[in-house]
């Protein structure tokens, strides 16, 4: 199965209306630029965006949201997106906010097969309303079920034709637990290499979780927040 796209564009040709996915990064580190650029430019709609963020007004998810390509955003932190506020605040867009490690682990639950977790996490706040709670060892926890999604877009360092794909540090975060968790992953990597050309030690997302895989280009790797300091 050739697994390798010649562009991103090509990657979401296929992506229908009404769609859910998955969208690796935290804030604007390790973001699938390629593609969510492809997908605005597409036009596509009616979309359910499960990502740890929102993106900035101008880029990442928020080109997706200014567009109104948008109609479900299931995240844990969404402060920096203005438009993401006002569509909330008016009722366009619909949210499902979740703590950050309940986000994970509902990913990491739906691409493992679990049906669901109990956590502390929530427990007696709006965000166990209408959930299952129970006591365990004397301590109360709330169910989560688990997340999936139709499409995963996932950004890699490195990668080869058989879709094996490495991270680089920090831009790892969401990535490799999103890509088990959707019916069909597309990965955009920095460098693609053939076959074999990658230690297997080094690989972190394996070429069974991978459907489509594509070399990006004109990263912009922008920065959500630049502070600096005097040194003098």
């Keep these: 199965m050739n697994k390798v796209l010649a562009s991103a564009a090509e990657a979401v040709a296929s992506i229908p209306d009404g769609a859910a996915i998955m969208m690796g990064g935290f804030g604007l580190c390790g973001i699938p630029e390629n593609l969510i650029a492809a997908l605005h430019a597409r036009g596509t709609r009616g979309l359910t965006v499960i990502s740890n963020n929102a993106g900035v007004d101008d880029f990442g998810i928020g080109i997706l949201l200014r567009a109104r390509q948008v109609r479900k955003m299931i995240a844990t932190y969404v402060g920096e997106n203005k438009e993401f506020e006002r569509q909330f605040l008016t009722g366009e867009l619909e949210v499902e906010l979740v703590p950050q490690g309940t986000f994970a682990e509902r990913i990491r639950a739906g691409g493992a097969g679990i049906g669901g ?116």
């Design 117 to 232: 977790f109990f956590t502390p996490t929530g427990f007696g706040t709006l965000v166990s309303e209408g959930k299952e709670t129970r006591v365990i060892d004397g301590k109360s926890f709330v169910l989560e079920r688990p997340l999936t999604a139709d499409f995963a877009f996932v950004k890699g360092w490195r990668g080869d034709t058989a879709g094996n794909v490495v991270y680089r540090r920090t831009a790892r975060n969401f990535n490799p637990v999103m890509a088990t968790a959707a019916a069909v992953t597309i990965v955009e990597v920095e460098h693609l290499v053939e076959a074999g050309e990658i230690d297997p030690d080094h690989v972190v997302t394996p070429g069974i979780f991978v459907r489509h895989i594509l070399e990006g280009e004109r990263y912009e790797k922008r920065i959500e927040k630049r502070t600096t300091r005097s040194t003098r």
